[in-house]
């Protein structure tokens, strides 16, 4: 399989060290106070429908101001970092405040259980952020699917582009990529980052 190939290159080269300070990283900051934690949960209601660039530069900037803002000045900063959708997401982060204590109990719990867990109580949330949020806490076995991922796997003969991404469509996607994983002896959270590099050149959380 071309994919299996492409991926296998990219381990021998200089990205997989890249890669390997990512799952790092990410194993770092599921070990730091709920605070920090909740910032990468905030960061992943921002990115719905917008790029990870972007957010990321918008989570650096409020950074502990997801926690302690009221909500009017954090939809005028969001509004001022160029955020998409500023009001509804800042709702939504606030609305998540209320869970803080679940969501530190949550975190620690089986991969699946944890996602259903924040699909149905944290707003903004569905399977794709939810696996975006767990895997940047050191999560490793959740897809985060997407257009980009989509695309890949269509170009390579792998599935049909669905026409709604429905939970029963996402977990389907889920155990392909879970296959290509297998074969590439990768762990989900490793595989997606060189699938993503394979689609923009970069090695993004």
């Not at 990115?47 to 803002?69: M, P, Y």
């Not at 679940?102 to 259980?113: V, Y």
């Not at 977990?171 to 762990?187: G, H, M, P, V």
């Given at each position: 399989?071309?994919?299996?190939?492409?991926?296998?290159?990219?381990?021998?080269?200089?990205?997989?060290?890249?890669?390997?300070?990512?799952?790092?990283?990410?194993?770092?900051?599921?070990?730091?106070?709920?605070?920090?934690?909740?910032?990468?949960?905030?960061?992943?209601?921002?990115?719905?429908?917008?790029?990870?660039?972007?957010?990321?530069?918008?989570?650096?900037?409020?950074?502990?101001?997801?926690?302690?803002?009221?909500?009017?000045?954090?939809?005028?900063?969001?509004?001022?970092?160029?955020?998409?959708?500023?009001?509804?997401?800042?709702?939504?982060?606030?609305?998540?405040?209320?869970?803080?204590?679940?969501?530190?109990?949550?975190?620690?719990?089986?991969?699946?259980?944890?996602?259903?867990?924040?699909?149905?109580?944290?707003?903004?949330?569905?399977?794709?952020?939810?696996?975006?949020?767990?895997?940047?806490?050191?999560?490793?076995?959740?897809?985060i699917i997407d257009f980009h991922i989509i695309d890949l796997l269509?170009?390579?003969?792998?599935?049909?582009?669905?026409?709604?991404?429905?939970?029963?469509?996402?977990?389907?996607?889920?155990?392909?990529?879970?296959?290509?994983?297998?074969?590439?002896?990768?762990?989900?959270?490793?595989?997606?980052?060189?699938?993503?590099?394979?689609?923009?050149?970069?090695?993004?959380?």
């Amino acid at each position: 399989m071309k994919l299996l190939e492409l991926i296998e290159g990219l381990k021998k080269s200089n990205i997989r060290e890249s890669v390997n300070l990512r799952i790092s990283q990410f194993k770092k900051t599921g070990n730091q106070p709920i605070n920090k934690i909740f910032s990468e949960l905030c960061f992943c209601i921002l990115t719905a429908n917008s790029s990870a660039e972007r957010c990321i530069s918008v989570q650096n900037k409020i950074t502990t101001g997801f926690l302690e803002l009221n909500e009017e000045k954090l939809i005028s900063t969001l509004k001022e970092n160029s955020c998409r959708f500023h009001t509804k997401r800042a709702s939504y982060i606030i609305e998540a405040r209320k869970h803080l204590k679940e969501l530190s109990n949550t975190i620690n719990q089986d991969s699946q259980n944890a996602r259903e867990w924040l699909v149905k109580n944290i707003k903004g949330i569905g399977y794709k952020e939810s696996s975006h949020f767990l895997r940047n806490i050191g999560h490793q076995n959740l897809a985060i699917i997407d257009f980009h991922i989509i695309d890949l796997l269509v170009k390579h003969n792998l599935t049909e582009k669905p026409k709604t991404l429905t939970k029963k469509e996402y977990f389907k996607l889920e155990d392909t990529l879970r296959n290509i994983a297998t074969n590439t002896q990768l762990t989900l959270a490793e595989l997606d980052l060189y699938l993503w590099y394979m689609e923009t050149g970069k090695v993004l959380k």
